[in-house]
């Protein structure tokens, strides 16, 4: 099956790592629908450069709590765009509190977000995919936390790893549809997410991870265009790990860690 994309969604891609994965997908040839939660600035900005690439941009409000409702923004979108060829699920939220500290309702917030939206969006970004019949590709932003949890990260660990066994699952299923499912796992990325929107993240030191540094929204954002493309064929039900090599540094952090102030996160 040849696939050619030509149109995207990219969820939350009003600032970070969804606006830097928007505009990429927009510079390989995509019109691209963006989505914001509180920052309708930021997806117009967004929106804004991805026109100044010669590709079209539709902007909707998108709450992945809204459930199922925000799989609808989906189809609106769709419908704008005059069609569906890649779906970038990228919104999501942390919430930075301790297991025995996490309340209910924080839980459910993290949970809904970074999962239980992201589920719904995906399968109806798929049924359309299927229905079209021209196959399609589906790409979920994780975290390095979708395969090592964090202190004070219990609901956002539970997500994403939840959100990494689900794409794995999609893979599976759709392949026959000509529809691969791949997530890509960020690490530590100069956002506003981690409070460094404004950072260079070269000019920022990390020892802890091997590229010494934080990394930049960019450097996710192509990896994502290369899933999203005809050259990642036949690449799918993969965790891409986009984090300076953060992941590789178990043994050595649990040997060298000299106090014990990790335990407060």
Known sequence: MSFEPKTAIVTGSDSGIGRATAVALAKAGMDVGVTWHSDQQGARDTAEEIRSHGRNAVVARLDTTDLPGCADVVDALAEQLGGLDVFVSNAGTGDGQKFLDLAYDAWRTTVDTNLSGAFVCLQRAAQRMVAAG???RLIAVTSVHEVQPRVG?????A??????GLMKTIALELGSYGITANSVEPGEIATPMTD???TDP???DRPGIPLGRPGDAREIADVVAF????ASSYVTGAS???DGGMLQMGPQGGSHITSSEW???
């Open 196 to 198: 460094q929107e404004d």
């Open 202 to 204: 070269r000019s920022e």
């Open 240 to 242: 891409w790990a986009v």
């Open 134 to 136: 021209n196959g399609g």
């Open 153 to 157: 990260a219990a609901a956002y660990t």
């Open 159 to 164: 997500s994403k790893h939840g959100l990494g």
């Open 263 to 265: 335990r407060e996160g």
């Open 227 to 230: 899933l999203a493309s005809p």
